[in-house]
């Protein structure tokens, strides 16, 4: 259960601001908040919650019990240095690209590299609770959709999300560090 919380309240928080829920943000000014776009969302972002999920638990199984420690470590930096990157606010494109089909390659192909799928990956590959990490990431990311989908672009902007994500980011590469000096130099288990 703590992993389920973990993995939802982690995932809700790194992906404020996040390229996926700009994206979802800018299509539903321009589409008209259409439900198909929300639910797409969603359905997105439990995908690639599970995929991460998945992964993460499955190298971790591969891995001699410090070393899987470490893969933890480096996954909290790559969230980290992903959440510092700077996100462009692109207006949606014109006809044809439209898609709805197009839209969902799109929200995975981002969500799958974003800082909030990579702590889906650190929850699971540090619990060994893949279900319970890929639930929790999966129900975090699709209430950032829904935040997106239903604020807009313009109320989007108004947040101070820049100055969040900086912060979250300090705290990842904190934990990153720590967990890795703890593989590293702590004792044996």
């Keep these: 259960m703590d992993t389920f ?3 939802l309240l982690l995932v809700l928080a790194l992906s404020l ?7 979802v943000a800018q299509w539903s000014g321009a589409l008209g908040r259409s439900m198909p776009l929300l ?13 991460m999920a998945w992964l993460g638990e499955g190298f971790a199984a591969l891995l001699p019990p ?4 470490m893969l933890v470590a480096f996954a909290l930096a790559v969230a980290g240095f992903e959440l510092v990157w700077p996100v462009k606010h692109k207006p949606p494109p014109r006809e044809p690209t439209r898609s709805l089909g197009a839209i969902v390659i799109v929200l995975l192909a981002r969500q799958v590299g974003d800082a909030a799928r990579f702590g ?3 929850l699971a590959a540090w619990a060994h609770l893949p279900a319970t990490a890929a639930l929790g990431g999966a129900i975090g990311g699709a209430g950032a959709m829904a935040i997106g989908w239903s604020l807009g672009a313009k109320k989007l902007a108004r947040w101070p999300l820049l100055l969040l994500r900086r912060s979250l980011a300090a705290g990842l590469l904190v934990a990153a560090l720590l967990i890795g000096l703890d593989a590293r130099f702590g004792a044996s288990g």
Excluded: I, K, N, Y
């Design 39 to 51: 639910v797409l969302g969603m359905s997105c972002a439990g995908l690639s919650a599970a995929l």
């Design 66 to 69: 410090r070393a899987a420690q």
């Design 120 to 122: 889906v990956f650190a």
């Design 17 to 23: 601001g996040g390229r996926d829920q700009w994206l």
């Design 5 to 7: 919380l973990f993995a």
